[in-house]
């Protein structure tokens, strides 16, 4: 196994920047926030750990790109942030989404992600895709179907026993399409990748300063390691990007994962119309999650 170190003076300026405007605005942030935010540099850190790398094929080995640091997050021209006009993230099935694309997005949505238990596969030379983002339209289509535990048995019903090609315009096979029982595994695997993937489209590239939810993965087991919550220095840009306060978000995640159902409001749009639902939200892979915030929580309101 490899870590992935940096040098405090390499994460601080990462997380801080040393354009005296950024750091004036670093400075301007809670003290809380900043006292946990400070945990990316501090020798006493026992909140954010480094990164791991297991073998070649991860995704920092396979696939090597440029860090962002928050200066570079910041200037990034063709980052797009949301607005009172466009402040919106639509989550749609993909049976209705491809169809929704076509008559344009919601005119108050900043993105619109669909999601569905079909294997995706962007080209007949790929093997498979957990999801694709454009981040210029703000538009994302994500798969779960590998995140099933059943997804690799001889038993999956979800397998396409005859394959067909069909017309692009033809949505049929969306139809009554097998979904796995809903586990608690599989909600925090799907809760990975899409989080991962809209931050993708509020401007966040992969991370490689420490480990952390916007870390790329390749396979599942690298997908795995990787948390559910963002470093100091992605969680600034995303701060920077949506606007809140880091108390009242860790609050509302731990009422989350406390809620035993999941409440979906109806849409109700131009283009679509549901009834209210609620489901059953199985949390139990959540629960080190929740603990974790906890600690947050108590360093920013200490």
């Known amino acids: 196994m490899q870590t992935v170190q940096h040098s405090e003076q390499t994460l601080k300026t ?10 004036s605005q670093y400075e301007k942030l809670d003290a809380g926030e900043r006292r946990l935010l400070n945990k990316a540099f501090k020798p006493d850190n026992d909140l ?16 090597p790109e440029v860090p962002q640091d928050f200066e570079q997050f910041f200037s990034d021209p063709s980052r797009k942030a949301p607005s ?6 639509y989550i749609q099935c993909i ?34 895709v957990f999801g694709q983002a454009s981040l210029t339209d703000g538009v994302g289509i994500f798969s779960f179907a590998r995140y099933g535990s059943d997804f690799y048995s001889s038993r999956y019903e979800g397998r396409v026993n005859k394959p067909q090609r069909v017309s692009s315009s033809d949505y049929s096979i969306f139809d009554n399409y097998y979904i796995p029982e809903v586990t608690s595994v599989l909600l925090l695997r799907s809760c990975k990748t899409l989080t991962h993937e809209i931050g993708h489209i509020f401007g966040l590239r992969h991370c490689q300063w420490l ?14 390691r990787r948390p559910l919550n963002l470093c100091p220095i992605c969680l600034r840009k995303l ?3 949506v606007g809140f306060s880091i108390i009242e978000r860790y609050q509302a995640l731990v009422r ?11 849409v109700s749009t131009e283009h679509s119309r549901e009834h209210d639902v609620n489901l059953p939200k199985p949390v139990e892979a959540f629960k080190e999650w929740k603990e974790w915030i906890i600690k947050c929580l108590a360093v920013v309101q200490k």
């Open 14 to 23: 990462a997380l801080i920047s040393k354009n005296p405007t950024l750091v």
């Open 239 to 241: 701060q920077c990007a």
């Open 84 to 89: 009172p006009e466009k402040r919106s993230v």
């Open 48 to 63: 954010f750990g480094p990164i791991t790398l297991h073998s070649e094929s991860d995704w920092i080995i396979s696939h």
């Open 211 to 224: 480990a952390c939810l916007m870390q790329g993965s390749n396979h599942l087991e690298e997908a795995d």
């Open 256 to 266: 989350w994962i406390d809620d035993e159902t999941v409440h979906t409001p109806g």
């Open 95 to 128: 049976g209705h989404i491809l169809r929704f694309l076509k008559k344009k997005k919601p005119r108050d949505a900043f993105c619109i992600v669909g999601v569905t238990m079909i294997d995706l596969y962007p080209r007949d030379s790929w093997n498979f």
